[in-house]
């Protein structure tokens, strides 16, 4: 069984940064992929960024330039720096990836940006 556990979350003011994080409990190069993804109250999930094993990476329009997704394999775990965080990017973060034909989730993390 696959587990990601996310940590890093909380409450953060306009313009500040936050890493999140999430460990793997196996291998990252076992991934085809890796990745972030978030969901706002009311609103569906949606894809922030992602890692290939290869180490090519894509971010939602949204975020580029912002947040940066990074990997340590030696850690087995997949990172996201957020930094100029804006009050829209308030969602619960939610670890992912994917061994095919497999999804796996994380548990979530939220993250709060007051104006």
């Known amino acids: 069984q696959v587990q990601l556990v996310e940590s890093g979350g909380g409450l953060v003011q306009a313009g500040g940064s936050l890493r999140l994080s999430c460990a793997a409990s196996r291998s990252t190069l076992s991934f085809n992929a890796m990745g972030w993804y978030r969901q706002a109250p009311g609103k569906q999930r949606d894809m922030v960024a992602r890692?290939?094993?290869?180490?090519?990476?894509n971010y939602a329009d949204s975020v580029k330039g912002r947040f940066t997704i990074s990997r340590d394999n030696a850690k087995n775990t997949v990172y996201l720096q957020m930094n100029n965080l804006k009050p829209e990017d308030t969602a619960v973060y939610y670890c992912n990836g994917d061994i095919y034909p497999r999804t796996y989730w994380g548990q979530g993390t939220q993250v709060t940006v007051s104006s």
């Open positions: 890692i290939y094993s290869g180490g090519s990476t």
